[in-house]
């Protein structure tokens, strides 16, 4: 038998009708830095689905790179960006935002998201206090949807968060780079439309979603960044040959394949929940989208360790592990209960 | 009657010694950025007093600026520098170290101060993590004697993390923008030889304790700074005339005087703590250098405020604060006698 | 007649044979960020090319990002990069370089190309001056191979410029986002082997010369950049899908495809060169490589721009500009005798 | 016979009227970082003396320290800032500039200053370049009055270069160090008002003219730097004792202090000239100021520098050398004729 994969979602490479696109395309000439009609179509028919016309659409290449250039990008030298403590860009991003010069300001999260009233008290404090001049500006929000921990704000939670931000006057910067996924999990109940309009720039994941790589940056229409595209060439996020950005999301949002592929990894995840329980599993959380946290006892790991590769998240306990399972557009039915059986 | 001042301890100019000294070498020439002979009399003289024959000293001008510098030059651009939440680098610098593109790893901290045992936790569990290569390196270890809480590490308790950075070869680094009055508490039990020798760069606070303003970096003999001279002017501490600083430390570390005057603001904060437990007030915690934080009602210091300016610290409920009072080496007995009358 | 295409080297997709790899690899599952067997296959094989069995090899997607992570991981805080005028990192790049707090220490070029001389002389000055702590320490040097005008070193023009770098211990850094069209010259007399003995790093572009995006770093075996895979992570070089990097590589440095499909740019800007000759047009500079650049009237520029697309340069005077043509490894007969009978 | 020093304007303390009036406010209890009285009144003063009552005036330490703050605060990620290549910020102060992520755009200068047609033939290439979002952005003009050669713009000439900074919508900041000894030279016909009329940012210097340390920022009426203290905090420019530099100040600005004292150098300045010409020295250039640029053979220098200190500029040839001569507000009738004999 061969092993199994489940440690992320980027295992695979590109979705076939992609792969095909850029076969059909590879010899013809296009300008370069998404200036080429690969890109116009495909932010033509992102901003359709955002339901913004007037929306600036951005290609960039991974994840670390878009979160550093559009945080450093809204932010004026005295300002840092507040996020949860479990935020890829509090832990996870080598330092990429503090390299740029701004602080991460950390607030506690729960279940990997941010709290509106936890974000308007630390504002309402800062605020307050007579010696803010010393202090690191609260400049902008950064959340992440789906969060770390595969969990999703609601409608009505991210409209909140939201309402906060416009009383400060600070941005807020939604992280999408598994967004196909939180809007095909069954729990949630917004649209791609609604997102945008409750934030004011967001990106849509394309490397964990089917592309080969590619993320696309969705900057509202009352929203201004100035020369973003230097930025971006300046952080190095600005592919040459920008068409292959251009061609997947075209291809991605053609015949809503995003979301259509997406759904792929929530009926996988789903029915590896339903089997980790029925078998007495512990999950960590209930998490409702294409990540599974689950407790599983130490010997137990090493058994299934030889068939199966998954990540490890945290140590439970000194014989209990906390371990992630994740599947993605890829994931197969056979995976999935070949995973079951060894359960 | 006047009205009373006991916001901060650096509320006054410099001691008389300083300034009659300032005057009398006022309209020699000497050259530059350090070089001049008073620099090199007061380096000597702090190399005797930390009995390090081999130690480097280096005049900086202010306390965000020292700590800036001294991180800056320590850290690679992949590490970040560990200290508590409620440590001065990690709030009220404006986000300076951030701004050299360095994360500051904030730990929680107890009354102010890092315990070994959490530094310890947080390097082990860094170093086994996998993924560590995606984070940022805990590159070096921030700590101040006495804390912004004004609270002291025992000799043990700082040779304790001395060994845990050791272990991990990462250096420690003393903030003391206030060491004059943590050497100088009665609960103190560690010279200032003591302190250098478990660590390996600390700065002797002069702006709180009796100079104009400045700050000697003391590096250790078994540390090395590369082109630290340059960093300092990089970072906009190098001084043009900077016989001032010189001749403020040879001031201060002639004769004991650091020390002695540093003994004033002791007695001074050990009497208004006397009052304030002899009047029934409670103490926010036992601070043994020259901070106060005692929790008020906002009854009461609606009425002190009038005649007395302090500090605010946090809010502690509705009708309760958290304040601070704080004496200097110039602080009269007079001053707080009468303090003592209002309260 | 469709229009032709001369802008650059990047308005194709990838080499065919590229292609076909990662249409057969695609619904592989492969771990992430560089640790897949492609990776090490192609690291391998460049190692082997380079005829250095102890180099260190890494990916990277693109120039600006490469050149900004190699020079911000070798240097110091207090040091810059020595570049020509006329390089890259001095114009084209957004700033990214400062961006991570270097400066580009600008030295005169003679045809895009640094003189061992000039170099040597400028670190002599440097070095010399009694004030040298108040200024940027030179510490590397960045060259291109080719340069930004398509001129190349000579293996003892390389030689000698390392040469300086040693005597002064900085290392040698050299660009090579078109090295194939470089190595592939007919002028050029240096082997890929010979080309990495002569420097400390170099990287071997494959953006320009055959592949979809990539960049091959090589660290010669006596350069050490510490932490360098987290650099990259950093600086938002690290692709999440690494394997797409080194299946890229793989194919060109599989059967010397890289040097052969060079070879094929190298043939037809040739021919653009002796057709441009006959014509009577007046070079601008003797390019060996894939550039031509050359003087043309604005009238005929008018006149050609409808039928042919190219790049402005620079304008000689207000009747003439220096016009750049480019070709690729793409680049047809066709295309080239088109061009020939519309010149 | 005593040693002679010419070294440079920043050799004594400070004007005695500054000690005397710091000894005498010593013991005075005042807040911190510039919120005091003296503060206050010395920016009323300035704004007085520059005719601007709606100007904002703030206080930091050094020159590279202030440059460093001011272009940082007015510049976004993607500008850099025009100076000519003799500039200060160019050369002289180890990267600060580029260590706040800013290039520092080296344009040539004469005799140390900025022609209006260089800077505006620089900008209408720049604004015409089809490529020049992939170019830092001019964002700022820096110049010096009176430069690093001692040569001073006329007000036309400063106008001009006001004027084409208006047209391209980019501040144009003045470096003031030793504005005084330009405010002072007898070909100067510019007030200190007109000076601030024909720019948007300027300081004036205190540590060469007069005082202990100190630079006063005159921010115009129609310019904005958004939260400028808090930048110099970050900057490490925020002196706790802010008083020290209101009491200077405020010394400097009562009863024109600050131009009297500067009119010294200039007298000896010219004194200095005078006997060089008579002795049949040749000047390197003409500086109207206190610093003199001359032509020594390497002979002289050697005999003369036994008994006088003073600045190596550049090598001439193999046997002549330029040095510098500068005088300050304290050099004497007496040194000047000293030096006059041993010429």
Chains 1, 2, 3, 4 share one sequence.
């Not at 299934?304 to 998954?310: I, N």
């Amino acid at each position: 038998m061969e092993k199994l994969y489940f440690d992320s979602d980027y295992m695979e490479g590109a979705h076939p009708l992609i792969l095909e696109k850029l076969m059909q395309t590879n010899l013809e000439k296009t300008t370069g830095y998404g200036t080429d009609p690969y890109c116009e179509s495909a932010r033509e028919k992102i901003r359709k689905a955002c339901g913004m016309e007037d929306a600036e659409v951005f290609f960039l290449v991974g994840g670390t790179q878009t979160n550093t250039t559009v945080i450093d990008s809204l932010l004026r030298n005295y300002e840092g960006v507040i996020a949860v403590d479990s935020g890829h860009v509090s832990v996870h991003e080598a330092g990429a935002i503090e390299a740029t010069g701004h602080k991460v300001i950390q607030l506690p999260g729960q279940d990997g998201k941010l709290q509106a009233e936890t974000l308007e008290h630390y504002l309402t404090v800062f605020h307050a206090d007579a010696n803010n001049e010393h202090m690191v500006y609260p400049g902008m929000v950064y959340i992440s949807f789906p969060t770390e921990l595969g969990t999703l704000y609601t409608k009505e939670e991210l409209e909140q968060i939201h309402k906060v931000c416009r009383q400060y006057q600070i941005p807020l910067f939604v992280d999408g780079a598994r967004l196909g996924y939180g809007l095909a999990a069954e729990e949630n109940t917004m649209t791609l439309s609604e997102l945008a309009t409750a934030c004011d720039v967001f990106y849509i994941g394309g490397t964990k979603v089917g592309a080969l790589f590619g993320e696309a940056v969705v900057v509202t229409p009352g929203t201004k960044i100035p020369h973003f595209f230097t930025m971006i060439k300046q952080h190095g996020g600005l592919l040459a040959k920008g068409r292959l950005l251009g061609i997947q999301f075209d291809t991605l949002f053609t015949d809503d394949l995003y979301l259509k592929i997406s759904g792929n990894a929530i009926i996988r995840a789903n029915r590896i929940k339903e089997l980790l329980v029925q078998k007495g599993y512990k999950l960590f959380l209930n998490s409702p989208t294409n990540q599974i946290f689950v407790e599983l006892s130490n010997d137990k790991i090493k058994e299934l360790e030889e068939k199966v590769s998954f990540s490890f998240w945290e140590a439970k306990d000194e014989n209990h592990t906390i371990v992630r399972f994740c599947t993605s557009w890829a994931t197969t039915s056979e995976e999935v209960e070949t995973l079951g059986q060894l359960l």
